[in-house]
């Protein structure tokens, strides 16, 4: 095979890539627009939870000229990128399908939507549980002298980095069942690191968190529970042996 003729292959994949990643784009930009109108309701729902515990007279302020129009317009561009999900991994999915054997796709398509169910509960259990135990912890310290006011670019950074991390932490099922379908692990191994796993839950909820134990430990307890839920569903997962994935080769 000449030079020339490897390249072509590589190339098609690379146009194909690129079509792929622009539709992606694409599906969050329509969401966008769809959205943006909404902006300013969008902000009002996700600071709720902050605004319904300030003390009695406090606000949120905006530090900068242009963060009452910028801040909502970030929020609605994240909220977008969250919404597309399903459209950017089905996106992904249409990539690499056509390279996986038939019990592979059997495997991937239900760790497509698990995934993004998983994603969508640990952002639900961000706003919903964490967010009204966080903030009536930090408005209920008050100290001398001191007005509590939040400013709504610092806030949205600080919402945005919860969203994120319990969003990704709630993928620890899936991560579990790749692992062990991989051959990267096993549930036996898994199973007697149980310990140290509570220990890295912790760690990391330390690191993905804001500085208070409450969100802390409302992220690695999620994340100890995922895990035994991962392990669970890991045992109906085994690596493939190679004469199984030559006669499921379509």
């Not at 430990?217 to 669970?232: D, K, S, V, W, Y």
Request: charged fraction near 15%; glycine fraction near 4%.
């Amino acid at each position: 095979m000449s030079t020339q003729e490897e390249a072509q292959p590589l190339i098609s994949h690379l146009i194909e890539l690129r079509n792929r990643i622009l539709k992606a784009l694409a599906s969050v930009l329509v969401v966008f627009i769809g959205l943006v109108w909404f902006s300013s309701q969008i902000y009002e729902f996700v600071s709720a939870p902050l605004i319904d515990r300030l003390p009695e007279g406090a606000t949120m302020i905006a530090t900068d000229v242009a963060s009452p129009f910028f801040t909502p317009l970030k929020l609605t561009l994240v909220a977008s990128v969250f919404v597309a999900v399903p459209l950017v991994l089905y996106q992904i999915w249409a990539f690499v399908a056509p390279g996986l054997y038939k019990h592979e796709r059997r495997l991937i398509i239900p760790l497509l939507i698990s995934s993004s169910l998983l994603f969508y509960c640990g952002v639900a259990f961000a706003y919903f549980v964490v967010f009204p135990l966080v903030f009536s912890f930090f408005t209920a310290i008050s100290l001398g002298g001191v007005e509590f006011a939040t400013d709504i670019s610092s806030y949205l950074d600080f919402v945005l980095s919860l969203f994120m991390a319990f969003g990704i932490a709630f993928e620890v099922p899936v991560a579990i069942i790749l692992l062990c379908w991989t051959g990267a692990t096993d549930t036996k191994s898994l199973s007697e690191k149980r310990p140290y796993i509570i220990v890295i839950a912790f760690v990391v909820g330390m690191l993905l968190t804001p500085p208070d134990l409450v969100s802390q430990t409302l992220l690695a307890i999620p994340m100890c529970i995922l895990f035994e839920i991962g392990l669970f569903f890991s045992r109906f997962y085994t690596k493939p042996r190679q004469n199984e994935d030559e006669q499921a080769e379509e």
